[in-house]
Nanobody, 124 residues
């Protein structure tokens, strides 16, 4: 089993930046290579894919809406993944969920482990 805990959410003005973290415990990255991803869910909307990174860190996938603004990275030695969000927009407001699974995918059902989510609010 893998437990995921997100942190770093909060309130920021449009144009600002936030850095989210996702710490994994239980099965570690070194013993069970997993793709890590971020999904988000805005009020009244379905959860949507944001960004993902392969275990090696060499490959990633982005939703078009965040490409060029969001960067994903991971530190397998620390079992932690990061999401750097720059140039934030009000439409980025959502609960952001960390997920782990295989393979590198933008499809929600490919991820078997999920965190509880962290709120990101971008004011205009």
């Amino acid at each position: 089993q893998v437990q995921l805990v997100e942190s770093g959410g909060g309130l920021v003005q449009a144009g600002g930046s936030l850095r989210l973290s996702c710490a994994a415990s239980g099965r570690t990255f070194s013993s069970y290579p997993m793709t890590m991803a971020w999904f988000r869910q805005a009020p009244g909307k379905e959860r949507e894919f944001v960004i993902a990174i392969a275990w090696s860190g060499a490959r990633s996938d982005y939703a078009p809406s965040v490409k060029g603004r969001f960067t994903i990275s991971r530190d397998n030695a620390k079992n932690t993944m990061y999401l750097q969000m720059n140039s934030l927009k009000p439409e980025d407001t959502a609960v952001y969920f960390c997920a782990a699974g295989r393979p590198l995918s933008a499809v929600e059902r490919d991820y078997g482990y999920w965190g509880q989510g962290t709120q990101v609010t971008v004011s205009s």
